[in-house]
Nanobody, 121 residues
Framework: QVRLVESGGGPVQPGESLELSCLAS????????MDWYRQAPGKQRELVAHIAAGGNTNYADSVKGRFTISRDGARRTVYLQMNSLKPEDAAVYYCHVNAMTWNSSRWDDYWGQGIQVTVSS
């Protein structure tokens, strides 16, 4: 019903930048919060950044000041601008949204398939 497709990942060197995008499509009535999570090998999935429907944002302490989350409501897209990347930022990044579809009266959670970000010299 809701499909999330991430793009923009890849290999970079420490200190470089990347921008991830996540496009939501499908039978969407409305989108509430949009988030980026990440999961490194052997670690639990963690919340990186969140943006509410009204635009309020919050970030994991480890990325504050380096990452910026934004959203384009009309295009149903959420972005994650990642600057000054560090080796510890390497992970699979997942897009997550809380959305309501036209044939539902509840908010449900949807996940993208994940995209790899590699940071190494």
């Amino acid at each position: 019903q809701v499909r999330l497709v991430e793009s923009g990942g890849g290999p970079v060197q420490p200190g470089e930048s990347l921008e991830l995008s996540c496009l939501a499509s499908g039978n969407i009535f409305s989108i509430n919060g949009m988030d980026w999570y990440r999961q490194a090998p052997g670690k639990q999935r963690e919340l990186v950044a969140h943006i509410a429907a009204g635009g309020n944002t919050n970030y994991a302490d480890s990325v504050k000041g380096r990452f910026t989350i934004s959203r384009d409501g009309a295009r149903r897209t959420v972005y994650l601008q990642m600057n000054s990347l560090k080796p510890e930022d390497a992970a699979v990044y997942y897009c997550h949204v809380n959305a309501m579809t036209w044939n539902s009266s509840r908010w449900d959670d949807y996940w993208g398939q994940g995209i790899q970000v590699t940071v190494s010299s």
